[in-house]
């Protein structure tokens, strides 16, 4: 049977993921801030440390990604290729070794949604969107001072987030929190459902051929709303640290296993 993950079929030509790597291309809208140290550390499994320097410092990103296999066939294909997501990320230590660690994450995409469980990122489905910049015409704010962006995510038809970011110059770098390999858990419980869990790897990994494009920094309002079944209002803003606009263009390949049926 052929096919990188489910299904997988005779010829595999109905398969959600191609092999990696992946390529990714997009436009990345990050928000920092800093929130309750307490609140962070609460998400964190034993053994997962707060981080040393900054440890209430978080950051939720929009994105708008383009994506593909080796073959690059999805890319003639735009509905295989094209997704967006948002995801709330920390900064946190094992072993010594500062990570970067995503507790939530939503994408409009079914092979996004699947491909991130596979890499340990808990994403769930999400209606996101985020302004384009444009180089002709006024539907849209150019890439300068002054430009200004939206973005906004509903999950289950409640708008759980919504943000402005006004360019106020170039920047030389896209933040702070998420700039280290990534720390996961890959998890699935047991079949006979007795709360013991069939897996529990701790993985790390990290982008490659990473191609930075133009960053920008600027102003940013955020506001985070309370839904009965959603939690990231309880990582509330605190004190905002800054807002930034990126192109940026990267692969993903393959991650490591730190720990194995983590129980």
Not at 17 to 35: A, M, V
Not at 84 to 100: P, W
Request: aromatic letters at 10%.
């Amino acid at each position: 049977m052929k096919g990188f993950m489910f299904p997988r079929t005779p010829t595999g030509q109905g398969t959600l993921l191609p092999d990696p790597p992946w390529h990714y291309s997009g436009q990345l809208l990050t928000f920092e801030y800093r929130t309750d140290v307490e609140a962070v550390k609460a998400h964190l499994p034993d053994g997962i440390e707060l981080a040393d320097e900054d440890p209430g410092a978080v950051a939720l990103i929009w994105a708008d990604w383009q994506s593909c296999g080796n073959d690059f066939s999805q890319l003639l294909d735009p509905v295989l290729s094209q997704y967006k997501e948002v995801f709330l990320v920390v900064r946190c230590k094992y072993q010594g070794n500062t990570y970067t660690r995503c507790l939530f994450i939503w994408v409009d995409k079914d092979f996004a949604m699947l491909r991130g469980i596979l890499q340990g990122y808990p994403k769930r489905l999400g209606s996101i969107y985020m302004t384009r910049p444009v180089n002709v015409g006024k539907a849209g704010p150019r890439l300068e001072k002054g430009g200004k962006f939206g973005a906004t995510l509903a999950v289950n038809d409640r708008r759980i987030a919504e943000g402005t970011f006004t360019i106020t110059g170039e920047s030389d770098h896209n933040g702070f929190v998420n700039g280290h390999p990534m720390l996961h858990n890959r998890l699935m419980p047991n079949i006979e459902i007795d709360g013991q869990d069939a897996l529990n790897e701790l993985i790390a990994a990290s982008g490659s051929d990473a191609d930075i494009g133009a960053t920008f920094t600027g102003d940013f309002d955020l506001n985070l709303m309370e839904s009965p079944v959603e939690e990231l209002h309880l990582l509330p803003i605190r004190e905002k640290i800054g807002g930034y606009w990126r192109d940026i263009g990267v692969t993903w390949r393959h991650g490591k296993t730190l720990v194995r049926n983590n129980m």
